[in-house]
T-cell receptor, first 114, second 112 residues
Framework: DAGVIQSPRHEVTEMGQEVTLRCKPI?????LFWYRQTMMRGLELLIY????????DSGMPEDRFSAKMPNASFSTLKIQPSEPRDSAVYFC????????????FGDGTRLSIL | GQQVMQIPQYQHVQEGEDFTTYCNSS?????IQWYKQRPGGHPVFLIQ?????EVKKQKRLTFQFGEAKKNSSLHITATQTTDVGTYFC????????????FGPGTRLSVLP
């Protein structure tokens, strides 16, 4: 079975540019999570969806960040405008349940904002 | 601030030595999960504990959930270089609704 698929794997862009990260969850998983990982702050939950509906976006840093899940097989995380402090590895994960099932992580997108 | 803490933050061991990481919460957890992230990789689910005092083993790894369900531990016997990585615990806090949080992780280095 295919795992969680994220694209791009790496992104380098200049500050002020719009960045879009993409995620395809595992088929049949009804929860999708977006995380940000940095050395300083560790693994932070940004937002999660249940059945394509955003449930908790309290981890989204600010209005520059937005996430959508138009259907069960696709989600995007957008940063506009991007800033150097947004540089991090962004993971998408999916699961069959919120907390009682394993979360399956994608390979992540390593984002560098110059 | 962190709602689930892990100690130590870093651990360097000689290959063959044992290793233990501890996960502590200020509030009761409904369950706890452990993940391993290899350098440059992504977190991978290891195990879930649900019952008070539960102990589970996976080969050289032993996982324990505290009696009060506020702490957990992961013990590795006779570490190998393949054990290198960061070990995260993640738990569902049983108050204020559902709040599933990851700990900051313990980074393990194994010297050959």
């Amino acid at each position: 079975d295919a795992g969680v698929i994220q694209s791009p794997r790496h992104e380098v862009t200049e500050m002020g540019q719009e960045v879009t990260l993409r995620c395809k969850p595992i088929s049949g998983h009804d929860y999708l999570f977006w995380y940000r990982q940095t050395m300083m702050r560790g693994l932070e939950l940004l937002i999660y969806f249940n059945n394509n509906v955003p449930i908790d976006d309290s981890g989204m840093p600010e209005d520059r960040f937005s996430a959508k899940m138009p259907n069960a097989s696709f989600s995007t995380l957008k940063i506009q405008p991007s800033e150097p402090r947004d540089s991090a590895v962004y993971f998408c994960a999916s699961s069959r349940g919120y907390s009682n099932q394993p979360q399956h992580f994608g390979d992540g997108t390593r984002l560098s904002i110059l | 601030g962190q709602q689930v803490m892990q100690i130590p933050q870093y651990q360097h061991v000689q290959e063959g030595e044992d290793f233990t990481t501890y996960c502590n919460s200020s509030t009761t957890l409904s369950n706890i999960q452990w993940y391993k992230q290899r350098p440059g990789g992504h977190p991978v689910f290891l195990i879930q504990l649900v019952k008070s005092g539960e102990v589970k083993k996976q080969k050289r790894l032993t996982f324990q959930f505290g009696e009060a369900k506020k702490n957990s531990s992961l013990h590795i016997t006779a570490t190998q270089t393949t054990d290198v990585g960061t070990y995260f615990c993640a738990g569902l806090r049983a108050i204020y609704g559902q709040n599933f949080v990851f700990g900051p992780g313990t980074r393990l280095s194994v010297l050959p």
